[in-house]
């Protein structure tokens, strides 16, 4: 029985009871699109109701977990409002990982039943996942969704806004994955704030094209079915799909990762498709070369979105800038989202003045409910009631943020800090340069020296010449001590374009080994 305080329940809106509202508003509009199959508002809903009835018939109770492995798919966005619907906690699968990492997360979370996608059969079969049960998405599960709908759980529009809804995975880079666990209140707050620091419209439509166990694609397609919008389903990153959707779609927000947009440019411009448009497009411009911005800009005449946020507080704390049609940036200062609250802080956790770097803490509705089992984690994180970011910033006068780095990718080298994302920014502004990523090397006399990876565009440009960009524009004890060229698909990423810093100071370590021998 519920119960929370009549009054306190009319204050509260959950999930599926927006996707209700559309479902009204507009059942035959087209809901989900993936592959030539659509299905409306109405046509979903009913699935979705059926599926929900069969798992509460078996026993599923709110805040038990089912896990997903699969690729982009409409099953997947019809689990996601299943577990709206029914107050479950969907946790979704990075299929790119080894068996022992997708091992340890689907354990992590004690899930009650794993959904996975004949494509990723062999990897549930290798894996001791320890779910006693498991639904073939290409097999068993089409009977749950077509049978006759069942009544689900009539209190669910009654939900706790708090009860969870989805985990998604943070990246692995300096030991296992984390499970963030994200409710339903941060779910509509963040597509509160997106509507409201973005020129998205409710109605428009989406291209889930990125992996949905990613907060990309899967924030996006919660905002698209509450705001009543098209949620087209892609099978990962196509070029020529995307290029051929977006010259017939009309698009709100059109996802374009850092790594992928010199494609997307070149194949409209191999194809001659002429895009029909965009609200904004891109993400994470600091991991973007300027000539990219520009030319990709005009192509969608579209602003490019200046974001920073993380799975942890979803597009905010600061996305609500973006660079304008055509424009070569040279400042990528990020405005504050609205509905948060920030503050820069040193190690002592003392705020920081203008103009000093300091790590970013957070306050929002947006953010998430903590990791999933990491008490001490979260005791960390989330000391003195405000979440700890790991990203430092330094704060205009005018009050925009200026990105320095990750925290843990500091260099300290002979007493000095050095942050990597000062020096790529230099290299990237230059039109010879495609890709620079800089790492740290351990040195004898300094501690630790930064290293340049470059992909270049002129075969022409040396090591000194990318050494001479830097000098007059960063602090001498900051240049690169070496260059190492290589191609622009050499650059180790995750699936959310992110370059993998770890594998490249690998690589660097491997090649002082081979000398030394």
């Given at each position: 029985?519920?119960?929370?305080?009549?009054?306190?329940?009319?204050?509260?809106?959950?999930?599926?009871?927006?996707?209700?509202?559309?479902?009204?508003?507009?059942?035959?509009?087209?809901?989900?699109?993936?592959?030539?199959?659509?299905?409306?508002?109405?046509?979903?809903?009913?699935?979705?109701?059926?599926?929900?009835?069969?798992?509460?018939?078996?026993?599923?109770?709110?805040?038990?977990?089912?896990?997903?492995?699969?690729?982009?798919?409409?099953?997947?966005?019809?689990?996601?409002?299943?577990?709206?619907?029914?107050?479950?906690v969907l946790a979704c699968q990075n299929w790119r990982q080894s068996d022992s990492e997708l091992e340890y997360c689907i354990r992590l979370v004690s899930p009650r039943i794993l959904f996975y996608s004949a494509r990723q059969a062999d990897a549930v079969g290798r894996i001791d996942h320890g779910v006693a049960q498991t639904i073939n998405l290409d097999q068993s599960y089409e009977?749950?969704?077509?049978?006759?709908?069942?009544?689900?759980?009539?209190?669910?529009?009654?939900?706790?806004?708090?009860?969870?809804?989805?985990?998604?995975?943070?990246?692995?880079?300096?030991?296992?994955?984390?499970?963030?666990?994200?409710?339903?209140?941060?779910?509509?707050?963040?597509?509160?704030?997106?509507?409201?620091?973005?020129?998205?419209?409710?109605g428009d439509s989406f291209i889930a094209w990125a992996p949905m166990f990613h907060m990309v694609s899967t924030d996006t397609v919660y905002a698209t079915l509450m705001s009543g919008g098209k949620v087209i389903v892609m099978d990962g990153l196509e070029v020529e799909k995307l290029v051929e959707v977006t010259s017939r779609e009309f698009i709100g927000h059109l996802t374009l990762m850092p790594g992928m947009i010199d494609r997307v440019i070149e194949e409209i411009d191999r194809s001659g498709l002429k895009p029909k448009g965009a609200r904004s497009i891109g993400c994470m411009a600091d991991l973007v070369p300027a000539a990219q911005i520009a030319r990709v800009t005009t192509l969608y005449q579209a602003p490019f979105r200046n974001s920073f946020g993380s799975t942890e507080t979803g597009g905010a704390p600061a996305s609500r800038g973006t660079i304008a049609v055509g424009v070569w940036p040279e400042s990528l200062s990020k405005q504050q989202n609205s509905h948060c609250q920030i503050k820069l802080v040193d190690e002592n956790d003392v705020e920081v003045e203008d103009g000093q770097p300091g790590e970013l803490a957070f306050r929002g509705p947006s953010l998430?409910?903590?990791?999933?089992?990491?008490?001490?984690?979260?005791?960390?994180?989330?000391?003195?009631?405000?979440?700890?970011?790991?990203?430092?910033?330094?704060?205009?006068?005018?009050?925009?943020?200026?990105?320095?780095?990750?925290?843990?990718?500091?260099?300290k080298s002979g007493g000095e800090n050095i942050y990597p994302a000062e020096i790529e920014r230099v290299l990237l502004a230059d039109a010879r340069v495609l890709e620079a990523v800089v790492v740290r090397r351990p040195d004898a006399r300094w501690g630790e020296v930064p290293v340049a990876f470059v992909a270049r565009l002129d075969e022409t440009l040396s090591a000194d010449d990318v050494k001479s960009l830097c000098r007059g524009k960063i602090a001498g004890y900051k240049l690169p001590k070496d260059v190492v060229f290589i191609g622009l698909e050499e650059f180790p990423r995750s699936t959310t374009g992110k370059v993998k810093r770890h594998e490249l100071e690998q690589r660097l370590g491997a090649a002082r080994l081979h000398a030394a021998r």
């Open positions: 029985m519920n119960t929370t305080p009549l009054p306190l329940r009319a204050g509260q809106l959950t999930v599926a009871g927006m996707f209700q509202q559309q479902v009204a508003r507009h059942p035959d509009r087209v809901a989900l699109e993936c592959e030539g199959r659509q299905l409306s508002y109405q046509a979903l809903a009913r699935r979705v109701d059926s599926v929900a009835g069969a798992l509460l018939a078996q026993g599923l109770q709110r805040g038990d977990r089912m896990a997903i492995l699969s690729e982009n798919r409409l099953e997947y966005a019809e689990l996601e409002m299943v577990a709206a619907q029914l107050g479950l009977a749950l969704a077509s049978g006759a709908a069942s009544a689900a759980d009539p209190s669910a529009p009654d939900l706790d806004p708090e009860t969870g809804l989805v985990i998604l995975y943070t990246s692995g880079t300096t030991g296992m994955p984390k499970g963030a666990l994200i409710s339903q209140r941060a779910m509509i707050a963040r597509s509160v704030i997106a509507r409201l620091d973005s020129p998205v419209q409710p998430f409910s903590g990791y999933w089992d990491a008490d001490e984690t979260n005791a960390q994180d989330f000391r003195q009631g405000w979440f700890h970011m790991g990203d430092v910033f330094v704060r205009n006068p005018d009050g925009t943020l200026d990105f320095v780095d990750r925290r843990k990718y500091l260099i």
